[in-house]
């Protein structure tokens, strides 16, 4: 009985490591800069540890420009950690930045070296050296009005550095 009770929990161990392991993905695993859009962060600090991570890496940043308050960036965020093999993709060929805006923090400085941005979230591509390659909304990683694996890697494919 004990032998079974015992086969029974290291089953149950292994389903829960696996459902916890799949929820795991590269989105979780980036640094605050990464994942979350805070009023209180520096963009210019934040941006200098996202430009050396992608010189060491050999990768581009994708400045992801928006806001807690911005629902779009709220379903782009949930499509990503979602979608694990989207998410590998996506922060294994990019270093990404995100950069609040909103009304407790306009971030006007740091934007004010940008193109204008007219909905968000917004995209900036830079190079390693902080050189902006790109600019685009989020139709970029959208069919139909709608975000879609084939898009993103579309949109990654096309942006980041052939190796």
Sequence with gaps: MKSIISYCFIVLNIFITAELLAQTNAFNQQPDYS??????????????KALARAKALKRRVLIEVGGEWCQYCHVLDKFIQSNNDVADAFYKNFVVLKVNVSEENTNREFMSNFSRVNGYPHFFITESNGKVIHSTGPS????????SKKAFFTFIDHWKIKK
């Design 35 to 48: 994942r979350i859009y805070s009023p209180k962060s520096n963009p210019f600090e934040d941006g200098r």
């Design 140 to 147: 970029a990683l959208s069919e139909k009005g709608r975000h």
